[in-house]
């Protein structure tokens, strides 16, 4: 039981919006030393993904079931852990994620709060990734800008240049819901959802996983150096794969710690 219940937080596969939270932390860490607060950052974090990858898979059963890669990945789909357990055991990580942020500020919790909730929302009814426009504009939020700002209000202050990173994290979590809708287009489209991508059609979804991910890599650098935004837009006239992608914007995201933590 404990196993499917682990296995149902899906950890491993929400390393990188783990990863959104800690690039906040790190970069103001020089600013407020407390690695008590930090710690209970990390730890509010990791339940905080560990919740919304949760839930997710106990509204997602209908779609999973029919998809043999996202099956195994959730126990609820294949018989390991019923809903009713999967269910409560999401609320008990969300509370727990809850009790380490009263720990912190109370705009850090007030974040915290409000990304369970989104979370929530994006996966039980009313089931926002079921609805074309806010399953994009939703997971940008929750799982992109939101988790980044989390980690960045640790010092009690969000800077031009967080929002900034946070936004460029917004733009980059659109093409990565883009890319997970494609991804399970087929499920999708058996199970009768009406996702971004099954409504606008593929082909858009494809261009605009690019115009997204471009967004994202010009602001990253832009705010490097304003002459080198331009440089951003080279993508949108070249055909990469979304895993070079994928290693350019967390280049630019370490690279953004790096210059924070040198006092650059």
Same mark, same amino acid.
């Given at each position: 039981?404990?196993?499917?219940?682990?296995?149902?937080?899906?950890?491993?596969?929400?390393?990188?919006?783990?990863?959104?939270?800690?690039?906040?932390?790190?970069?103001?860490?020089?600013?407020?030393?407390?690695?008590?607060?930090?710690?209970?950052?990390?730890?509010?974090?990791?339940?905080?993904?560990?919740?919304? $990858?949760?839930?997710?898979?106990? $509204?997602?059963? *209908?779609?999973?079931?029919?998809?043999?890669?996202?099956?195994?990945?959730?126990?609820?789909?294949?018989? @390991?852990?019923?809903?009713?357990?999967? &269910?409560?055991?999401?609320?008990?990580?969300?509370?727990?994620? &809850?009790? $380490?942020?009263?720990?912190?500020?109370? +705009? @850090?919790?007030?974040?915290?709060?409000?990304?369970?909730?989104?979370?929530?929302?994006?996966?039980?009814?009313?089931?926002?990734?079921?609805?074309? &426009? /806010?399953?994009? /504009?939703? %997971?940008?939020? $929750?799982?992109?800008?939101?988790?980044?700002?989390?980690? =960045?209000?640790?010092?009690?202050?969000?800077?031009?240049?967080?929002? =900034?990173?946070?936004?460029?994290?917004?733009?980059?979590?659109?093409?990565?819901? !883009?890319?997970? %809708?494609? @991804?399970?287009?087929?499920?999708? /489209?058996?199970?009768?959802?009406?996702?971004?991508?099954?409504?606008?059609?593929? #082909?858009?979804?494809?261009? !605009?996983?690019?115009?997204?991910?471009?967004? #994202?890599?010009?602001?990253?650098?832009?705010?490097? *150096?304003?002459?080198?935004?331009?440089? +951003?837009?080279?993508?949108?006239?070249?055909?990469?794969?979304?895993?070079?992608?994928? =290693?350019?914007?967390?280049?630019?995201?370490? !690279? %953004? =710690? !790096?210059?924070?933590?040198?006092?650059?």
């Amino acid at each position: 039981m404990l196993g499917a219940v682990i296995k149902n937080t899906r950890i491993i596969d929400g390393k990188s919006f783990i990863g959104m939270g800690l690039l906040g932390l790190v970069m103001n860490l020089t600013y407020n030393p407390n690695f008590k607060g930090a710690f209970m950052v990390l730890i509010s974090l990791i339940l905080y993904v560990a919740y919304a $990858f949760a839930v997710n898979n106990c $509204f997602d059963v *209908d779609t999973d079931s029919i998809n043999p890669l996202k099956r195994n990945k959730n126990p609820i789909a294949n018989g @390991e852990l019923g809903f009713r357990m999967g &269910i409560l055991s999401s609320v008990a990580i969300a509370v727990l994620g &809850i009790l $380490f942020a009263a720990f912190l500020s109370y +705009g @850090e919790l007030l974040i915290y709060v409000s990304m369970i909730m989104l979370a929530t929302l994006y996966s039980a009814p009313p089931r926002l990734k079921a609805q074309p &426009i /806010l399953d994009v /504009l939703s %997971h940008g939020i $929750f799982f992109g800008a939101m988790p980044f700002l989390y980690g =960045a209000y640790f010092d009690g202050v969000l800077t031009k240049y967080e929002v =900034a990173i946070g936004a460029a994290l917004l733009f980059y979590s659109f093409s990565m819901e !883009l890319r997970n %809708h494609l @991804e399970d287009y087929e499920s999708d /489209l058996k199970a009768n959802l009406k996702t971004t991508p099954i409504v606008i059609g593929k #082909s858009l979804s494809e261009k !605009l996983v690019v115009v997204f991910s471009t967004l #994202s890599i010009a602001l990253l650098l832009a705010v490097l *150096d304003v002459p080198f935004g331009v440089l +951003g837009v080279m993508f949108l006239g070249i055909r990469v794969n979304y895993r070079t992608l994928d =290693a350019v914007v967390v280049f630019l995201l370490i !690279l %953004h =710690a !790096l210059r924070t933590l040198l006092g650059a």
